[in-house]
């Protein structure tokens, strides 16, 4: 078996890329029974988040294996595989091990040490399981990773005062206006990333700002987490009438496809009215056309990397001490995984030695006649199990214990060709 992982981030693709890429989760399972049932694919587990697309899996066949993903990944975002290719990484075994470890703790993110990511490897670990993509394997992963991901927030301060995605949007807007107090702001969507918004927001002393929301409860939900704030919400239906009166507007909302274009922005804005949009969706909320229009600045998740590069310097020093901690994690998967690779040597040698220890028993049981007690047949059995046992015990413990993958692999083919297991273990007799 071989673990790979096939996918691209904020590292190797712009946000216009990775928005053709990004699977919806309500389109998780579809694109799961799809790659488990159209590839060589054992195992899959999909990772999508507004900065990464990784689609992890099990395959016995690697590189068609890793074909036939690309192919999907190119199927699914109608970009033909040789523009999409520049911006894929293609990971194997212990490099996609370490690397969902070093996701998961917050070390692959574009804000390094972001505490959102280790929600969403545990969404993928659960969605995996529910839609039947995740087995033995991608399930021992993926548990790995949450545990590496803990640790490192819990045995280092890397998430002592780290800024997400929404700090930097934020971050952005006060670099660019410099005193948010006097601006009318405006967040279209209610989830976590808008919560993170008015948090900051609010730390930056804004005063004046207002939730849209397809909900009107979940806006409502929100302004009451800042109770001491005057928070206004308002429904998505009046969306266009609040961004006319405002001059600052965030969207961070699950849309696929835009929901603020040059056409409507015309149509409400004042043309000397200068206006700051903030989309920090992926897919994007707000169209590129937008920037066409003169008193319009529109920024997006591309242009957040300056300002994340200011503030995590402090913090790179920090994550190589979480890289020690991912090293432990990596090798503890290690060796789950050489004891999982001499599992079916070990279960064919024990089955074809028990099948002759109970072949022996039952003609010395038979030869020694029905007189027998039965609690001396039993002490001949637990004899014959226990010397089973003892001879068994230094090869098995001898065979998990090697470290070097040739060496192991050496060990396994001898047992195989020396008790003569080869046949056993093919025809599907032992599995």
Not at 315 to 327: C, F, T
Not at 412 to 417: D, H
Request: net charge negative; charged share 25%; hydrophobic share 45%.
């Amino acid at each position: 078996m071989n673990i790979a992982v096939i996918g691209l981030s904020h590292k190797t693709a712009t946000v216009e890329v990775l928005e053709k890429l990004s699977i919806p989760e309500t389109q998780i399972e579809q694109a799961i029974t799809q790659l488990c049932n159209s590839t060589s694919a054992q195992e899959v587990a999909i990772l999508s988040t507004c900065n990464r697309l990784e689609i992890y899996v099990v395959t016995t066949e690697m590189q068609p294996g890793i074909q036939e993903v690309t192919q999907f990944l190119s199927n699914s975002s109608k970009i033909p595989l040789n523009q999409l290719r520049p911006h894929l990484f293609i990971l194997l075994h212990e490099d996609c091990i370490m690397h969902l470890m070093r996701v998961a703790a917050g070390l692959d993110s574009l804000v390094l040490g972001e505490g959102q990511i280790l929600a969403q490897v545990k969404q993928t670990h659960k969605l995996g399981q529910q839609y039947k993509g995740i087995g033995r394997i991608l399930n021992r992963l993926f548990k790995q990773a949450v545990t590496a991901g803990k640790r490192v927030r819990t045995e280092t301060s890397i998430g002592a005062g780290a800024v997400s995605i929404s700090s930097a949007a934020v971050e952005l807007a006060q670099m660019k206006l410099e005193n948010l107090a006097n601006y009318r702001v405006a967040i279209v969507g209610a989830g976590k990333m808008s919560k993170l918004l008015v948090q900051h927001l609010l730390a930056k002393d804004a005063e004046k700002i207002s939730i849209i929301n397809r909900s009107i409860e979940g806006a409502q939900e929100l302004a009451n987490a800042f109770k001491d704030a005057d928070i206004k919400v308002n429904y998505l239906s009046e969306m266009s009438q609040v961004i006319a009166n405002y001059d600052l507007v965030f969207t961070s909302t699950g849309a696929t496809e835009p929901i603020l274009d040059k056409g409507k922005l015309e149509a409400i804005l004042d043309p000397n009215q200068p206006v700051m949009l903030v989309d920090i969706s992926v897919p994007r909320n707000i169209a590129a056309d937008v920037s066409e229009l003169p008193n319009v600045r529109c920024f997006n998740v591309d242009d957040l990397k300056v300002v994340v590069d200011q503030n995590q310097e402090s913090r790179r020093q920090i994550a190589m001490e979480a890289e020690v901690l991912l090293e432990e994690e990596l090798e503890a998967f290690n060796v789950w995984w050489r004891n999982l690779e001499t599992v079916p040597t070990i279960n064919s040698l024990r089955a074809k030695i028990e099948s002759i220890r109970e072949q022996e028993l039952e003609k010395a049981l038979s030869r020694l006649g029905s007189e027998l007690a039965e609690k001396h047949q039993e002490v001949i059995e637990a004899l014959t199990r226990g010397i089973v046992n003892k001879i068994l015990h230094d090869p098995m413990v001898q065979l998990r214990a090697q470290q070097d993958i040739e060496a192991r692999r050496h060990a396994m083919q001898t047992l195989q060709f020396l008790f003569n297991l080869e046949s056993e273990m093919t025809s599907g007799k032992v599995i």
